[in-house]
């Protein structure tokens, strides 16, 4: 084979990481290099191809591709001969994700992790793809392994260098082009938006939104579509709430659709706290299921799916009272308050791994190995009674439940995972049982094998990340659950709050520079070198306005004021309106997008219009609402052709076209009391709450909003304002 024009001997730098995820490639036989200027520097020098390859800590068949490619001799001499290969965390940098990733689902359909895309010195990318088999692995098809791969890339870069560059170069000019349309809203470069167009989104869009999903929906099993199946949490949300924005959107989406709405948003959250996508022994949920009845999971369990779940099972649980619902909460709330999740300075950690070691003797690791029982180990650990209990109540069967079609490896074979089938009631009413009783041994049940798992089984690998935006979504979710459980739950809602509290500080005091208020993206080890990105600043500004409203502490308030400013500062764009997601010095990226559309986490510009609105209305800010509206409005074509992709906006439409209701409540009484406990039972998405007098931090708030300037703080008073009236 032909080899580079500048041949170079290339040592594995993943030490040099503070990463786990890079860390755990440091002993691969593939020469990782780290995206680093010195990196992109050696591409152009030695006129190589880079092999950048993307994970995460918990990807399970990010484990497999290392196993099967990224540790063979074959492979790894093929990429440290012909290529520069790069080791990114997509966690520490999505930026870059994003960018290849769009090229992956816009050149082939799909997308997933790990993600591994050829690139030329120029950063364009040429070819790329998720998981190819190893040269050994049983997957493995003639010609379409990643040694395959390899030689056929490698020799087509060495024969038709200048054909691939400006194959890259269009490649690069389309996801440039592809950028823009998400971002002029339908206009040229340059076109400013009226004061008119700021608010043409009309309220219809609720209903087309609603629509989008109805189509989609699953009636049997909950959720959208087949398998996989995720969460959506945003678009779950938007379900969820649509009847909460008032009478004037029920009248136009109308009575039957906003029930049915929130009806579909109840059965998925229903069957995912049932199914196996559930830790139905310990708590929180996994990253997704892999087939369509929540059965089966990824067992890998992320942060910023259990932090958005969070608030959903909440307001479940405030409309409906379900006590389903008020468990979700308290076992979400509880896995995120509680180690290994908690790190020793209080922010949360990011996730943990879907594979582990069979058990404490082993030195193989398997996906799942830590959640799913064999019937004899649970023949072994429950009574009798317990275990006749236990089998039709979570689907338990003696040749194990998963179906092999979704088990490629066959790991999980004569394994069962645990999903509910039956309520106690009817179970109890088919064993001849008490229904008492039936719930005391399945308690007992639980308790045993949460005690066998903990002794025999070590636990996933946990990937220690403080990812600053993640933490900001745990923020909001916690200080929510803390509110809604205040009256019923104190103990737990007092854990819970100090938890956000905890959170937020250490976001303060390791991942926030005071004197020029940046933000920077990842902890661990000290404070890395990534600077904050947008979703850093807007998940986090929203996490502090949960937490003031939860508290009434100006404090947190004041520093979501300065956090706004900032992201304004770094990311906004004045020609076109809405944030960029990546600071304009960023020099290594090929394209500055702006995230409109909800996918595994919230788009940033939808919650930046929501923080905007909020900060409007409880600083009585009109220049933080006009941007909202402005933000809302450069997505205004987009979200007019598929108002389902941009669940985010929906409430910041609703409130450019309503306005945001700001309740303020002063001093001490029946009234005050009575009014701060009706907003915090209730749903309320284009509502804020402020708080003056009776203990409350208001100092700060007082000075910034002239509205309250000459507020007496002593004498009970509740206002409900809109637009500063």
Known sequence: ????????????????????????????????????????????????????????????????AQRESFQHPLVAKLLNSEFIPVKIDREERPDIDRQYMDFLQATTGGGGWPLNVFVTPDLEPIFGGTYWPGPDSERLRPGAGF?????????????????????????????????AEGSLGGRQAGDVIGEAEEDSLELDLLEESYQHYKTRFDEEYGGFGGAPKFPTPTHLGQLLRLGSFGAEVVEVVGDNEVADAQRMALKTLESMFKGGIKDQIGHGLSRYSVNREWGLPHFEKMLYDNAQLLPLYVDAWRMTQKPIFFEAVKDIATYLSSPPMVSELGGIHASEDADSLISNESHEKREGAFYVYTYQELEQILSPEEL???????????????????????????????????????????????????????????????????????????????????????????AKASTALHSISPEA????????????????????????????????????????????????????????????????????????????????????????????????????TKDGMDNAEPSVNGVSASNLFRLGSMLNDAKYEKLSRQTVAAFEVEIGQHPGLFSGMMSSIVAAKLGCRGLMVAGVGEVAEAAVRKYREGVFPTMTIIRVGNGAEDGWLKGRNDLLADTDGDREMVQLCEGGI
């Open 1 to 64: 084979m032909a080899t580079s024009s500048q041949p170079v001997v290339l040592e594995n730098r993943c030490n040099d990481s503070k990463s786990p995820y890079v860390r755990h490639h440091a002993s691969d036989l593939t020469a990782w290099q780290l995206w680093s200027p010195e990196t992109l520097e050696l591409a152009r020098t030695t006129n190589r191809l880079m092999l950048v390859s993307i994970g995460y800590s918990a990807c399970h068949w990010c484990h497999v």
């Open 147 to 179: 040694g395959d791969i390899l030689k056929k890339v490698a020799e087509a870069w060495q024969e038709q260098e200048q054909s691939i560059r400006n194959s890259g170069k269009k490649i690069a000019a389309q996801l440039r082009d592809f950028a």
């Open 388 to 478: 006749d209990a236990c089998t039709p109540y979570w689907g338990i069967k003696e040749e194990g439940n998963i179906d092999q079609r979704y088990d490629a490896e066959g790991e999980l074979k004569g394994r069962n995972t645990l999903c509910v089938q039956l309520e106690f009631s009817e179970l109890a009413k088919n064993l001849g049982v008490a229904e008492k009783l039936i719930k005391e041994r399945i308690d007992s049940a639980r308790r045993k094998l949460l005690d066998y798992r903990n002794r025999t089984r070590p636990r996933p690998a946990l990937d220690d990340k403080i990812v600053t935006a993640w933490n900001g979504l745990a923020i909001s979710g916690l």
């Open 493 to 592: 809602s007092a854990t819970y709050l100090n938890t956000a509290i905890n959170a937020a500080t250490c976001i303060k005091t390791h991942l926030y520079d005071s004197s020029n208020h940046y933000l920077r993206r990842i902890y661990r080890e000290g404070p890395g070198d990534i600077h904050g990105f947008a979703d850093d600043y807007a998940f986090v500004i929203a996490g502090l306005l949960d937490l003031y409203e939860a508290t009434f502490d100006s404090n947190w308030l004041d520093w979501a004021d300065y956090l706004q400013h900032s992201q304004i500062k770094q990311f906004w764009d004045p020609a076109r309106h809405a944030f960029f997601s990546t600071p304009e010095h960023q020099v290594d990226i090929l394209v500055r």
